[in-house]
């Protein structure tokens, strides 16, 4: 972990870095903030398991999945919010939530799929983490 980096993105990376096991972008994001709250790894990551790959089918990013199934964890379920931050993530990738348009659009771009996924992961860690921040919640 650097100097300025939260537990929450230093255990996203460990998880993402991970060869020994997969984890997808939904558990990667889930884990940290699950484990904070007290729940066990092999847990959040069978609840998290389903929402890799946009749901298994290429729809909503497991990393945005992930990120509000932290969100609701940690009491975070105000409609507002939850709109505010799809909004915000949509915008910042010119529309697309859905993993299989995220990764054309990657595609397009002549980038690899590894890290455009880890991105995603790291991005959606630190708007959970600013948000829990920002309501006293961390």
């Known amino acids: 972990m650097s100097e300025n980096e939260s ?3 230093a255990r996203a990376k460990q998880l993402r870095a991970d060869t020994s ?3 997808n972008c939904a558990q990667s994001v889930f ?6 709250k007290g729940m066990d790894t092999e847990t959040a990551f069978a609840i998290a398991d389903n929402f890799g790959a946009g749901m298994r089918v290429a729809s ?3 990393g945005i999945t992930g990120a509000l199934m932290a969100l609701g964890l940690w009491g975070m379920n ?7 931050y799809f909004r915000t993530i949509k ?7 859905d993993c299989a348009s995220l990764l ?3 595609a397009a771009k002549g980038l690899p799929k590894k890290p455009h996924c880890d991105a995603m992961v790291f991005e959606n860690v630190e708007m959970v983490e600013e948000i ?3 309501t006293g919640k961390i």
Do not use: W
């Open 132 to 134: 829990l921040k920002n």
């Open 7 to 9: 537990e929450f993105m």
């Open 104 to 106: 054309a659009a990657n």
């Open 60 to 62: 909503v990013c497991g």
């Open 21 to 23: 096991r997969h984890y």
């Open 91 to 97: 915008n910042r990738h010119d529309g697309h939530t």
């Open 78 to 84: 105000d409609p507002k919010m939850v709109t505010e």
């Open 31 to 36: 884990i940290p903030f699950a484990e904070a």
